[in-house]
Nanobody, 123 residues
Framework: DVQLQAFGGGLVQAGGSLRLSCFAS????????IGWIRQAPGKDREGVAC????????YYADSVMGRFTISRDKDKNTVYLQMNSLKPEDAGIYYC????????????????WGQGTQVTVSS
């Protein structure tokens, strides 16, 4: 069974950086996409980044383009989200999730979710 665990959230000042990790296990093939989705208080969930495991194509929401980088380490079964130049509006609970093959698929089609990790950005 596919399982995901997200780690790495915390408190950071605006302009700072954090790296989130998502340990993903249980896949029976290399054909899948993993996305990072965030939810701020009182707002809808937003897909911010996605990576297709093979061949490693990536997708970013406009709101994080140029500041966030998604990557994966196949040997460690881990997907990372490097977040730089953080803004207060980046705060929220960040989830990693999977369930589709393509990053063009919307986040609400993901059917396997890890627990969230809280990101707080102080201004």
């Amino acid at each position: 069974d596919v399982q995901l665990q997200a780690f790495g959230g915390g408190l950071v000042q605006a302009g700072g950086s954090l790296r989130l990790s998502c340990f993903a296990s249980g896949f029976t093939s290399d054909d899948y996409a993993i996305g990072w989705i965030r939810q701020a208080p009182g707002k809808d969930r937003e897909g911010v980044a996605c990576i297709i495991n093979s061949p490693g194509n990536t997708y970013y929401a406009d709101s994080v383009m140029g500041r966030f980088t998604i990557s994966r380490d196949k040997d460690k079964n881990t997907v990372y989200l490097q977040m730089n130049s953080l803004k207060p509006e980046d705060a929220g609970i960040y989830y990693c999730a999977t369930g589709t093959y393509y990053c063009s698929d919307p986040w609400y089609e993901y059917d396997r979710w890890g627990q969230g990790t809280q990101v707080t950005v102080s201004s």
